[in-house]
């Protein structure tokens, strides 16, 4: 789930239609596009479940995802180092 907060009083403006588990947000101020990986379909760190391989672009003015990158046969890690230490995997 991807959620938009207002600024003022964090009441929800908009929560768009996106693949399981968002992960990572990363803004790109010169596009005004945010950027999200998709890391795996369920689970958590210590349990990860079947790898993503996308990259979810949404258009935060709209509240709605531009596209979907495949990134296949790459995938995403689910777990950095600090987290391997204490019996991820990633």
């Known amino acids: 789930m991807l959620t938009f907060?207002?600024?003022d009083g964090l009441h929800r403006s908009g929560?768009?239609?996106v693949p399981p588990e968002p992960?990572?947000?990363l803004f790109d101020?010169?596009?005004r596009l945010?950027?999200?990986t998709i890391t795996c379909r369920y689970g958590?760190?210590?349990r990860p479940g079947a790898r993503g391989s996308e990259l979810l672009v949404v258009d935060p003015d709209r509240r709605a995802p531009v596209r979907t990158v495949d990134l296949a046969p790459e995938?995403?890690?689910t777990a950095w180092p600090s987290t391997r230490r204490a019996g991820c995997s990633g």
Do not use: I, K, N, T
């Open 15 to 17: 929560e768009p239609a």
């Open 44 to 46: 958590f760190y210590e």
């Open 29 to 31: 101020r010169a596009r």
């Open 5 to 7: 907060l207002s600024a």
């Open 34 to 36: 945010l950027h999200c």
């Open 75 to 77: 995938h995403a890690r």
């Open 23 to 25: 992960h990572e947000l």
